[in-house]
């Protein structure tokens, strides 16, 4: 009923930047907190930043005054900005948004496919 499609990843060089993108469509009648999680090879997964339905905000340690999440309600689409990135900043990163599909009661947890992002001299 709901896509969550993510593109933007790719190879960066150390202090480089990238921008993600996750778009959500289908039966969607309103998003609640919409989240970047990210997963590297043989780590759980986990939170790299989260937004609220009213714009509230909220980071990983790790990522603190290097990335930046942002969200557009009338394209139901979430950003984030990544930069001065690191090494250790490669994973797969995936998207996720708390949805109440049309003619729903409930909120669902939806995920995106994930979008690999290496950083790499």
């Known amino acids: 009923q709901v896509q969550l499609v993510e593109s933007g990843g790719g190879l960066v060089q150390p202090g480089g930047s990238l921008r993600l993108s996750c778009a959500a469509s289908?039966?969607?009648?309103?998003?609640?907190?919409m989240a970047w999680y990210r997963q590297a090879p043989g780590k759980q997964r986990e939170l790299v930043a989260r937004?609220?339905?009213?714009?509230?905000?909220n980071y990983a340690d790790s990522v603190k005054g290097r990335f930046t999440i942002s969200r557009d309600n009338a394209k139901n689409t979430v950003y984030l900005q990544m930069n001065s990135l690191k090494p250790e900043d490669t994973a797969v990163y995936y998207c996720?948004?708390?949805?109440?599909?049309?003619?729903?009661?409930?909120?669902?947890?939806?995920w995106g496919q994930g979008t690999q992002v290496t950083v790499s001299s």
């Open positions: 996720n948004a708390r949805v109440i599909v049309v003619g729903g009661h409930y909120e669902y947890n939806y």
């Open positions: 289908g039966s969607i009648f309103s998003i609640n907190a």
């Open positions: 937004i609220t339905s009213t714009d509230s905000t």
